[in-house]
Nanobody, 123 residues
Framework: QVQLVESGGGLVQAEDSLRLSCVAS????????VAWFRQAPGKEREFVSY????????HYADSVKGRFTISRDNAKNTAYLQMNSLTAEDTAVYYC????????????????WGQGTQVTVSS
């Protein structure tokens, strides 16, 4: 089992920045990919970004490309999501997910999920 705990969400103004963190514990050696998803009120959960746990492969949703940066620190078992130039459309609960399968954008590839952290951007 892998446990994931997110932090770093909050209420910010448009154009502000936030950095989300996701700390993994448990059987972290089994992780191949860590991803961030988000879910806005009344909408389905959507992919934001992923990173390979043992390498440097990253991928972003078009809606965040150029504004968000995903990274990881294996020594700390932590993944990050740096979010810049935030807009009201980025308001959502952000979830960290981890999985042992191949890299991908489908939420069904990820077996472990955090509890989510709220990001609210006011315009």
């Amino acid at each position: 089992q892998v446990q994931l705990v997110e932090s770093g969400g909050g209420l910010v103004q448009a154009e502000d920045s936030l950095r989300l963190s996701c700390v993994a514990s448990g059987r972290t050696f089994s992780i191949n990919t860590v991803a961030w998803f988000r879910q806005a009120p009344g909408k389905e959960r959507e992919f934001v970004s992923y990173i390979s746990w043992g390498g440097s492969t990253t991928h972003y949703a078009d809606s965040v490309k150029g504004r968000f940066t995903i990274s990881r620190d294996n020594a700390k078992n932590t993944a990050y999501l740096q979010m810049n130039s935030l807009t009201a459309e980025d308001t959502a609960v952000y979830y960290c997910a981890a999985g042992a399968r191949e890299l991908g954008v489908s939420m069904f590839l990820y077996d472990y999920w955090g509890q989510g952290t709220q990001v609210t951007v006011s315009s």
